[in-house]
């Protein structure tokens, strides 16, 4: 069978069983466009800017476990997705990004829409491929989706010059069934002996803390880790990016971790004598001063990927590995071992840390007459039944999310972590909408963040997305308005965000519903409204108190046992 590039391409898709493509067409593509144009296996989902396409790619992923797949055009098609590049490659989520290119003779001559892709995206992606020959095509996008699915997951870019898929040039095609790369072979199991030694580890520690990250969604490995837990009946507390990797409303949870984490995860974790890192890499964000980090602790870190060991804090036991797999063996150990961590020692950790729980830090004033913002994230969560995929953007409504609607499972929670992306709200909500129809899908946003990217309430109404927007609507650019208020002196430099549009009009313009509330005792009512019209986008815009705050709140500089906690907590 002979075929051109870019029905090569395409069928590379069909072939890696792609059902859904983000994207935006230019000149550099046109080929592609026209072979998508005469099939219908490929669903091709026009967003209104390639940002969006991206990030939707990224939702898609980040709900299913599947790599998203991108099409961009070339110049400002491939920068306007470098920034959703950035932020799948932060936060580890499979992605295959195709991006057009100037023909093969014009490269490097500036011509129209030129720009140097792979020197762009080098720093921000797993790996970039130019193809300069059409029959490296198949082999490349093969290679592409291997190496974004394989190992530590992330986006791929595979840049394709318009030359390359030219109609007229056609070539006998076979798809590779397996690819086979010298340079790249990852790691499919732990060291046992390394297992043995961590079992070894955990069955002696009197204060065992279990610190889970978002390798554990990405790999897959949150059956395992519940079990292991379960099993050994130690306290477990989360990343950001590791929310749902174990039920959040178990009663081993201890909440999230770092900056904005409760006050009993962050307690534990500065006086636990054995941490067990799974899945995680020791951000900032988490570890806050690295010398005041753990300070007792001998430290066990499972991770896929060997970089990411003892990167920013020295680990005592590492295990390079699958995280489903190392789990599942780890488990098998402590089974055929039949002992259990010294049930004295460990019941008295589990009084200490009932005592840090009683604190209740996460309580505020919910009398204020205003509506709270954590009130209507816990209200939401009440009416979802906590089933609901929840998107959120960047700031305080972020944190909020994340202390206040507990995750029970995996793939429900879609956030930007690591890059802290405004404007990746919506379109991952309305990726995860396509891949899930079936589910509850409800963005939560800011409204500084929602217009980065409100342009995509076109893409929902074109595709008939009913997903849900949230908006937590308080006047300001949030999560800086806190921070001026604690280290500046409360000179609130450029956050105020005046000109609002009418976002109930500019729903409603867009061909959705838009409704807004401001009393707290119409809070209920209007998310119950809001989550039985199934087959409507509906836009809430929920005016929310402008002065409220995030609390804890770790400080710069500071350890986890020095946390600021909120004026309304009982802290004695």
Not at 222 to 248: C, F, H
Not at 372 to 384: C, F, N, R, V
Not at 405 to 434: I, N
Request: overall charge negative; proline content about 6%.
């Amino acid at each position: 069978m002979e075929l051109s590039g870019a029905e090569i391409l395409v069928q590379c898709l069909k072939d890696e069983g792609v059902e859904h493509l983000f994207g935006y067409p230019g000149g550099a593509v046109l080929h592609i466009y026209d072979e998508l144009f005469k099939q219908d296996e490929v669903q091709h989902i026009l967003v209104r800017h390639e940002q969006g396409a991206v990030h939707a790619a990224d939702g898609y992923a980040r709900a299913t476990g599947k790599p998203g797949v991108a099409l961009l055009t070339s110049g400002p098609g491939a920068t306007n997705g470098v920034t959703g590049i950035a932020t799948a490659y932060c936060d580890s989520i499979p992605m295959v990004v195709i991006t057009g290119q100037v023909p093969t003779p014009f490269i490097g001559s500036d011509a129209f829409q030129e720009v140097d892709t792979l020197g762009i995206t080098r720093p921000c992606v797993k790996h970039n491929f130019l193809v300069k020959d059409v029959r490296d095509l198949a082999e490349t996008m093969k290679k592409a989706f291997y190496i974004a699915t394989s190992g530590r997951p992330g986006p791929v870019v595979i840049d394709v010059p318009k030359d390359v898929t030219d109609p007229n040039i056609k070539i006998p095609h076979r798809y590779p069934k397996s690819i086979k790369m010298r340079s790249y072979n990852p790691v499919k199991r732990g060291h046992s002996g390394q297992i043995k030694k961590a079992v070894e580890l955990i069955l002696s520690a009197k204060r065992p803390v279990v610190y889970s990250g978002g390798g554990v969604v990405t790999g897959d490995g949150a059956a395992e880790l519940t079990d292991l837990v379960r099993e050994m009946n130690l306290p477990i507390t989360s990343t950001l990016m590791g929310l749902g990797g174990y039920p959040g409303t178990g009663k081993q949870f201890l909440g999230m971790l770092g900056m904005h984490g409760t006050y009993e995860a962050n307690m534990a974790m500065h006086d636990c004598d054995v941490l067990i890192a799974i899945g995680a890499r020791f951000d900032d964000r988490v570890t806050g001063k690295v010398k005041d980090f753990c300070p007792d602790a001998k430290i066990i870190h499972i991770d896929i990927d060997p970089a990411s060991i003892s990167k920013n804090v020295r680990v005592d036991i590492p295990i390079v590995g699958p995280v489903k797999q190392v789990l599942a063996d780890m488990l098998n150990v402590v089974k055929a071992r039949k002992s259990r961590p010294n049930r004295e020692a460990l019941e008295q950790w589990w009084s200490q840390l009932q005592q840090w729980r009683s604190v209740n830090c996460l309580k505020y004033n919910a009398n204020s007459g205003r509506i709270k913002p954590q009130a209507a994230i816990e209200m939401l969560h009440k009416i979802t039944g906590g089933d609901a995929i929840i998107a959120s953007d960047v700031g305080q409504h972020q944190m909020w999310v994340a202390q206040y609607y507990p995750f029970d499972k995996p793939q429900h929670w879609l956030t930007s972590g690591g890059l802290g992306t405004m404007g990746f709200g919506l379109p991952a909500a309305m990726g995860a909408k396509v891949a899930c129809p079936e589910k509850d899908v409800v963005c939560i946003t800011g409204d500084g963040s929602i217009q980065m990217n409100i342009q995509e309430l076109a893409t929902c109404q074109h595709f008939n997305l009913p997903l849900k927007v949230m908006l937590l609507n308080n006047g300001y650019l949030g999560m800086v308005r806190q921070w001026q208020e604690f280290f500046y002196g409360s000179r609130y430099s450029e956050v105020t965000v005046e000109a609002q549009p009418d976002f109930i009009k500019l729903a409603q313009a867009y061909g959705h519903v838009g409704m807004r509330v401001e009393k707290p005792e119409d809070l209920e009512g209007a998310l119950t409204e809001m989550m039985a019209m199934k087959d409507r986008l509906v836009f809430l815009d929920v005016v929310v108190d402008p002065g409220e705050n995030v609390y804890p709140m770790i400080m710069a500089g500071k350890g986890h046992h020095e946390m600021q906690l909120s004026p309304d907590c009982e802290l004695s």
